[in-house]
């Protein structure tokens, strides 16, 4: 669901700070963890969601991730952002 929002262009930050960031902003309406990603990293952004309330999408993988989000390099996690 948040994965094809973000392929067609829907507002994403990418990276943990940057997705933490807008959890504590209350701006992302989803997340995204790349199951391969190491549970040290995405287990804070998982937890920031529960907080927050803000659904968890799951991609098999880092590369996965990071090329929905047009970056050339592996993606931990991802948010897409409200619409204003």
Do not use: W, Y
């Amino acid at each position: 669901m948040f994965l094809e929002e973000v392929k067609n262009g829907a507002p994403t930050v990418v990276g943990v700070k940057q997705t933490q960031k807008a959890l504590v902003k209350e701006t992302a309406r989803g997340v995204i963890v790349a199951m391969d990603a190491s549970d040290h990293i995405t287990g804070p952004v998982r937890a920031l969601c529960g907080i927050h309330q803000v659904p968890v999408e799951t991609v098999p993988t880092m590369q996965e991730l990071g090329k929905a989000c047009g970056i050339h390099v592996g993606a931990a996690v991802a948010a897409v952002l409200e619409t204003r």
